[in-house]
């Protein structure tokens, strides 16, 4: 039977509301099935919904099942934040300094940085150079000419995200793709600011939707892939900011710090809606 159950709705990677990437968090996600889950999601009509559940695994603070249209997710970063957020705001807290969230990759670890929450970057399923028939491919998707590549990787950290570097950032924000070619792809595309900017890199983001290919606004996996790509292969500074979301009208912030051998991927949160949804 449904039952009101405790909601928060938070933009991530802003510290203005509506700037950022919008989640929906049910915080008492216990008794929904995944079909009940899905079509909550899918309701919202936001990239991403997540539902909270008591751990499974030792020395996890809860788990977390991430859902996108049409399907669940092992692993998304916006989705890690913002429950991260919604959790401790609601009152919880961790066993130890750190969060850890267990999900469909295993558990994750989240840490305070300053007014910012950061998850360590899981390893990547797979990585290395893509083929160069599937560089052509996406290019072709993207509308681009094959020069305009400057190299191709795979980035599959739980969504198979296949990335692109190009020379420039306004070459990214002058995509206009075909989305009949994208279809059932995960596509990143990533290119750098002038050297005189604060920001390093301007990304986007396209990945397979109920109805279609969406262009996501802000998206901590890909970051988390094309850190660890572009930071191994000295492509970009072991610190660094990144800019998403503006060729939907937001404004995301992505903050990658290489720290040992783990990556850290950060941004700020902010509860737009706080109280109950009945499911």
Known sequence: M????????????TDRACH??????????????????????DWTQLSEATFVLPPTQPGADYRVRIFCPGRELPFAGHPTLGSCHA????????QVPQVVQECGVGLVRIRRDGPRLAFAAPPLRQG????AARIEQLAQALRLSRAAVVAGAWCDNGPGWQALLLESAEQ????QPDRAALEGLEVGVI??????SALAFEVRA??????????????????????????GAGLAPERYVVRQGTALGRDGRVFVEREGADIWIGGES?????GTVTL
């Open 87 to 94: 959790w401790l705001e609601a009152g919880s807290r961790p």
């Open 191 to 196: 290119g750098p600011h002038a050297a005189c």
């Open 2 to 13: 449904s039952r009101p159950r405790a909601y928060a709705q938070v933009d991530v990677f």
């Open 270 to 274: 902010v509860s737009c809606i706080r």
């Open 206 to 231: 396209f990945f397979p939707g109920a109805n279609g290919p969406i262009e996501d606004p802000v998206t901590g996996s890909l970051n988390a892939a094309l850190a660890q790509w572009l930071i």
């Open 128 to 131: 290395g150079a893509l083929p």
């Open 20 to 41: 950022g990437n919008g989640l929906a968090v049910v915080l008492d996600g216990e008794g929904l099935s995944a079909a009940q889950m899905q079509r909550f999601t």
């Open 172 to 175: 990214v924000l002058a995509l």
